[in-house]
Structures are given as structure tokens and as C-alpha cells.
């Protein structure tokens, strides 16, 4: 195989490409605390760059302060860990944490100069921010359910561990054109979201002679270029695993397009090379050839976490599935959160990739006593669907690529649903405030991203509309049908959609079915509120989208 990150001649690279090669990655721990000494309120790109392979992102420009992100594999974390995790953004943080659709943790506004206490503290219990940003295996993500799913195929807390231990602190895989996402599901339902992830681990049944063992997809990104992830068509033993995703990631180390980042993710040479000469390269990377099989069966859809109370596969033992829409906790919420895992459960929980936090291995007995301490804490053991299945990315009062606010708004959304009494309808909401899909709206039954509009000669905040995405047998990217609503009048342009749903379904289809059958042009005027309704008191009519805009 030729290594592209060696035959290329720097002047073709990007910048990004040539601080790698200046030096490796991991090699930079005495800049960090150079960069305590002289602060960062003016750091160059160059180290902007650099420290997220250490899972550190400024809040600059003129900041001294980072964001920090934990990965936490397969979101599976301890009362210990979370509670240390509380004290760190209490003490030198803003008092809160996120949940991420990874399934990790971030803080905000750390001090630079407490970047290293904060680092050798999360050690201390088991955690990292290494390798959570830039073009790394990012934080593997897995079933929140595995090993206590009553209904699973298979238990990938074991593979979970394996990859773990071979990626982290991996030097020869650090250096990746692009970021490289993994994801494990043994459920049987995607919940992890396969057709998304450059590598997805999925137990099936062999379609012929019926034993369990594992299917590969690859090249998913949900991100501007919209690809599903594709079945690589072959059936692997668990022991299997761990190598055929590591000779995956050597080639797209050493052949994905390091003169363009934005065509460097492994989906663009999946579209360049075509998938058989993907797998060859794999299995030459590999050095044997994989065993084929088509005709694997994709994964059914389960869009909503388990939240409120579930058995587990363990006799007698329970898990409560807490609801925090946005993924939004707060340090106290975090330490009760603890201490009654500690209580009631094993210590442990599981973060979903909907931003939601399960409890598990609560003793039946025990159940009534832990929901009514997290009522009294103001958590929610439970929800309706749409309060589970809303998703929001940090919006623009951190990120600096955001144009809106997205976790109020969203929890506004899901507030003004329950008072119209539509929030039991099954769906799932993403907010996210640019382009990049980091709360996966272009997967979304509803999706909304964040523009800016102007009305009277005022700009204001505002989202273009997206129905009809999912994941699941029926996986597809949702078809943008309204640009620039105003976000003053989302709440109602929502309610109105799904009312009009509601009273012209077949049947009991589907909101996604519903969007799917119509072109969006027709479902453009269909959920467009009449010329006389108070929805047209900001911006008559809304602005469609030019014919084939997805």
C-alpha cells in the first residue's frame, strides 16, 4: 500500500497536514505547559489545532478558557467518575456538563493554567480527554444497553474494551486524514446509529445457517456530504473483530485524501474506489480474505432511548432511564445522580447517545424509592417520546461555528409540544446550529438547522426545516421543506405540521412515512399555515427551498 501522507509533497497539503508532520500529535505536553505559562488569549491555529488531540477546544478568541471533552466508552460510567466529573466543572468550570450524542461528557470554560489538574484528576478515576477531537478514532460508542438487554444478540461490552485498549494512545493511528468514527450495537436495533458511522459493529443472525456473529457497514457521515454507511458484506466472528476494524482504519490512514479536508473523510474513498476495491484493500491490509456474505438483514429502528423503568436480563434487577432533553446536567444533578446509583444500583450508568443517562442494576425492590428521589431532585425517570427523543448541539453560546441558540430552544420546543398535547407522538428532533449535524438533524423526523434571516430589516435567528429523516430499515436523510423560519414562530410552524399529520395519515403511518410520500413541495404547503393565521405576523410566506434541495 502507498502511503499518501508520505508521497505527498507538502506545498499540496493543507495546513492542518503540515502541523502533523512537524510533529507527532501525542508530542506536545511540555508546549501545554509553555502555553500555561504565556497564556492563550491569542492562540495561533496552529495550537488551536493541536491541543484537540488532547480533547482540548478554545473558547477564544480572546479566551484563556477551553472546552474539555471526556470520552467515555460506550457511555458506560461510574457514580465515582461522574461525581469527579461534577467537582472539576464546579471548581474551575461553568457549573454544569453535557452529555454528547458520543456518548462523552464536556465541560466548559477551564482555565488554561487547570488544564493539568483537571487532566491528572480524570486519570485518577479512569477517564480521558485524549483523542476526543481532530482527526483521531474519536470516542467508540456502543449499545447503552449491553450486557442488560434482555433481547440482545450479543453482549459488545467485551469488543468495547478490546477496541478501547487498542486505539487509545494508538501512535500509528492518531494521525488520520479526518476524524474517524466507531460505533457497537448488539441489540439488534441500530440504536447507535450505524448507517452514520465510518465503522459500525452490528450484531446479526448468519442468513443461512443462523449462529450470531457480527456485520460491518463503513463510510457513514451525516455531516455536509450526507453518505449512509454501506454494508460491507461480510460476516465476522467477535474474535475477528478487533483486527478487521484496525485494517480499516491503516487504510484509510494511508489512503484517504490528505490535499482536501473537506473530501477527506473515508466516505469520499469509499465513493472514489468503489466498495469491492475498498474490501480488497481491507483484506490486503488484513492479510487473508474476510468471509462474504450478503443479504444480512440491516438492523430495525429503535429511535428512542429506554428511559423510565425497564427489566434487564439480570433476575430481579431493573434499569431507570433518566430524561434530560439536551443532554444539559447540572453539577448537582450530576452527584445526586451518583449517589443514587451508589444507593440503589451497582454504581454504574450508561450515557445514550441521545443525551439521556440510565441507571442501572436498581433492585426491583428499590425502584419506587429511586424514582421518588429523582422526582424530588426535579429529574424525570421517564418522559414522553419527544422529550427523550430531542437532540441539540451546543448552539452558539459556545461553538463558534453555531449561528443560533439550539438547547433552550429545544427544550422551549418540547415544552410548548406537551402543552399542545403532541409530545406522545413517537419522534425524534435535532437542533444543531450549522451544517456539521452535530445533534444529527439530517437524520431526524424533524430536523432543524440554524441560519440567520432578516424581517422588517432586522436579522434575527431562525431554522430551515427538515422531515422525514431516520435511521433503521427505512434510514434516509430528511428533505429540507421550509428555510429561515424565524425561531420566534417554530413552535408554532411545528405544531402545525403535526397537527396537519395527524389529520391526513393513512391510517397509523408514520410522521416519517407521511413526509415521505408527499414531494417536499406539496409538503411545504401543506404544513405552511394559512395567509390569515398569526404565524404570518413575522415573515409572509416562508422561504422555500429551490427545487432539489435536501
Not at 454544569?96 to 456518548?103: C, E
Not at 457480527?214 to 463510510?219: E, K, P, R
Not at 418522559?383 to 452558539?396: F, H, I, K, L, Q
Not at 430536523?447 to 436579522?459: E, I, M, R, S
Request: charged fraction near 20%; charge should be positive; aromatic fraction near 6%.
Amino acid at each position: 500500500m502507498i502511503r499518501h501522507d508520505i508521497v505527498t509533497p507538502d506545498a499540496k497539503l493543507p495546513n492542518e497536514e503540515r502541523f502533523k508532520r512537524e510533529r507527532h500529535p501525542f508530542d506536545i505536553q511540555n508546549d501545554i505547559l509553555r502555553l500555561i505559562k504565556v497564556g492563550t488569549t491569542d492562540l495561533e491555529k496552529e495550537w488551536a489545532f493541536r491541543l484537540r488531540w488532547y480533547g482540548l477546544f478554545w473558547e477564544g478568541p480572546r479566551s484563556d478558557t477551553f472546552m474539555i471533552r471526556i470520552k467515555v466508552p460506550g457511555g458506560q460510567i461510574t457514580a465515582r467518575q461522574l461525581r469527579t466529573v461534577a467537582d472539576l466543572a464546579e471548581r474551575f468550570g461553568l457549573q454544569h456538563l453535557d452529555a454528547t450524542t458520543r456518548q462523552g461528557i464536556q465541560i466548559r470554560g477551564v482555565p488554561m493554567k487547570r488544564v493539568p489538574q483537571v487532566m491528572e484528576t480524570l486519570a485518577v478515576v479512569g477517564l480521558s480527554s485524549m483523542q476526543s477531537g481532530a482527526d483521531n478514532i474519536r470516542n467508540l460508542t456502543a449499545c447503552p444497553v449491553a450486557g442488560i438487554d434482555p433481547n440482545e444478540l450479543a453482549d459488545v461490552t467485551p469488543l468495547l474494551h478490546e477496541l478501547q485498549r487498542r486505539f487509545s494512545g494508538n501512535r500509528e493511528l492518531a494521525d488520520l486524514p479526518r476524524k474517524f468514527n466507531i460505533t457497537l450495537s448488539g441489540c439488534g436495533t441500530g440504536c447507535t446509529h450505524p448507517e452514520l458511522a465510518d465503522i459500525a459493529v452490528v450484531a446479526v443472525r448468519h442468513p443461512r445457517q443462523g449462529h450470531t456473529g457480527y456485520a460491518l457497514y463503513v463510510g457513514g457521515q451525516p455531516s455536509t456530504s450526507h453518505f449512509l454507511s454501506h454494508d460491507l458484506e461480510v460476516f465476522l466472528a467477535a474474535e475477528e473483530v478487533p483486527d478487521v476494524c484496525e485494517a480499516i482504519a491503516r487504510v484509510f490512514r494511508d489512503h484517504g485524501d490528505r490535499t482536501n479536508r473537506k473530501r477527506a473523510r473515508m466516505s469520499h474513498l469509499i465513493e472514489k474506489w468503489g466498495l469491492e476495491c475498498f474490501r480488497l484493500a481491507v483484506e490486503e491490509s488484513l492479510g487473508r480474505m474476510l468471509s462474504r456474505v450478503s443479504g444480512i438483514s440491516p438492523p430495525r429502528e429503535n429511535a428512542h432511548d429506554p428511559l423510565g423503568i425497564h427489566a434487564q436480563r439480570q433476575a430481579g434487577y431493573t434499569l431507570v432511564g433518566v430524561s434530560f432533553p439536551v443532554g444539559r446536567i447540572t453539577c448537582t444533578e450530576a452527584r445526586v445522580l451518583a449517589m443514587l446509583a451508589e444507593r440503589y444500583g451497582s454504581a454504574r450508568m450508561r450515557i445514550t447517545t441521545r443525551q439521556n443517562v440510565l441507571l442501572t442494576d436498581v433492585a426491583e425492590a428499590n425502584v419506587a424509592a429511586i424514582c421518588a428521589a429523582l422526582g424530588n431532585a426535579g429529574m424525570n425517570p421517564g418522559g414522553n417520546p419527544v422529550r427523550a427523543g430531542v437532540t441539540a448541539c451546543s448552539g452558539n453560546t459556545y461553538c463558534k461555528l453555531a449561528t443560533v441558540e439550539t438547547k433552550q430552544r429545544a427544550v422551549e420546543i418540547v415544552n410548548y409540544l406537551e402543552s399542545e398535547g403532541l409530545a406522545h407522538l413517537p419522534l425524534t428532533v435535532g437542533l444543531s446550529a450549522c451544517p456539521n449535524t452535530c445533534a444529527l438533524h439530517s437524520v431526524a423526523d424533524i430536523g432543524l438547522q440554524g441560519c440567520k434571516t432578516k424581517v422588517a430589516g432586522l436579522t434575527m435567528e431562525a431554522f430551515h426545516v427538515h422531515f422525514g429523516g431516520g435511521t433503521g430499515r427505512e434510514a434516509g436523510f430528511g428533505k429540507r421543506v421550509l428555510e429561515k423560519v424565524p425561531a420566534a414562530q417554530l413552535n408554532e410552524y411545528l405544531a402545525h405540521a403535526l397537527r396537519t399529520y395527524l389529520e391526513q395519515r393513512q391510517g397509523e403511518e408514520s410522521f416519517r412515512d407521511f413526509c415521505r410520500r408527499q414531494t417536499p413541495e406539496h409538503l411545504a404547503t401543506l404544513f405552511t399555515p394559512k395567509k390569515n393565521s398569526p404565524l404570518a405576523v413575522f415573515h409572509w410566506p416562508p422561504v422555500l427551498p429551490a427545487r432539489g434541495a435536501g
